[in-house]
């Protein structure tokens, strides 16, 4: 068990902050790196864990590539193996084991993949051993994890007929597959979004040189930084107005919440705004800020009701449920209603002696937490989480004043 002791002495803050790059767009872009024919340049890979681990498991010549908690690594790497042909493994840490692939799996197998649960149906670990293809035509839910969308878009130029992916229902996170297709365009392929079917036909990603943004989602902890200080003056760099990241979207959150934003050919420099009373946001489409805003609404004491969080039950924790028990121990009960939606109480979090914030093997819940040094000291347990993401996010508090012991 390690822990930390985060403070801040003045609250007051002035820095710039060299920001870490997004996983999310790193990840993507070796994927495709993997899949085009070379040419491909990447500038500004993410240092996240997740993103060195899709590096490593990229140049394996092992067959069994252990993803550990990454779920992208995960999806994107399956959907990999079976467009390349390989003969592999797939597995992560135990709660990857627990977090379902059975939309993605199905759908390779439709498009003639071998692939088998090697544990409980449904979760890795997975076996494949091939691909001949079948279809070109295939219906995915879009309802529970954009990243099986993601997985088998990126394929779809290489697929030798191409692919016709039709969404079933609701589309969750799509700003991650708008990411997705962007980031295709920009190696030259063609797609077509109509209505509810993508069309990718049978081409070749073209050479091209791609420079990864700094990561919105991390990003979001410095807005709650901003909004928590006395004074804040914080410089963010390599972020842009337009971003490929749908986390963009804490730009408008945060002006509801005390933040104001402004854009320079550098990045953005976060000041204080003013805060509204009433919080109301559908995080469906940007379900990692929403741990981030319930720690804050918690500190602030601002009456807030979060709704599209249905996919946080199944990410790197139940994350509901995990924001229910660590807001709670700080002195404030938050409402869980159903599978999708939070509300938090207006009032003052109490910090009681001796209370730690569990983290759950989730690097947001340290993340979204310690800003919280800000009103009062916390304790954090496990920091060490961060690394999937932020590997130096507590050097970046240091620099921002804040003691982390
Ligand atoms: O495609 C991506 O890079 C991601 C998509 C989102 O997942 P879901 O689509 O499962 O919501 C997000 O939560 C995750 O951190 C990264
Ligand atoms: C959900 C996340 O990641 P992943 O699904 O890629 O493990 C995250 O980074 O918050």
Known sequence: ????????????????????????????????????????????????RDTQTMIRLLASEEQTLDVLDAGTTMRFLTAWSVATGRDTIMTGTERMQERPIAILAEALKELGGDVEYLGKEGYPPLRIKGFK????????????????????LMIAPVLPEGLELKLLGEVASRPYIEMTLQLMTSFGVDWKWDGDTITVAHQAYQAGTFTVESDWSGASYWYSIAALAKDAKIKLLNLREESLQGDSAIVE?????????????????????????????????????AQTIVALCAALGVKARLTGLKSLRIKETD????????????????????????????GQLKFPEGVTVDTYEDHRMAMAFAPLALVHPVVIEEPDVVKKSYPRYWEHLELAGFEVE
Not at 263 to 280: M, N, P, Y
């Open 133 to 152: 293809q079948k279809t070109n035509q295939i219906s995915v839910k879009g309802d529970v994890s954009s990243q099986y969308i993601s997985a088998l």
């Open 319 to 346: 994350r509901i449920q995990a924001l229910y028990n660590e807001v709670k121990k700080l002195g404030t009960t938050i409402e869980v209603i159903g599978d999708d939606e939070i509300i938090v109480p207006v």
């Open 1 to 48: 068990m390690s822990r930390v002791k985060v403070t801040h002495p003045t609250a007051k803050i002035d820095v710039t902050i060299p920001l870490t790059s997004s996983k999310s767009e790193s990840n993507r872009a070796l994927i495709i790196q993997a899949l085009a024919e070379g040419g491909i340049e990447l500038k500004n890979l993410a240092e996240a």
């Open 253 to 289: 959150i945060m002006e509801k919440l005390g933040v104001n934003s402004t854009f320079d050919a550098e990045g953005v420099l976060l000041t204080k705004g003013t805060i509204s009373e009433d919080f109301d946001y559908d995080f469906t489409h940007c379900p990692d800020l």
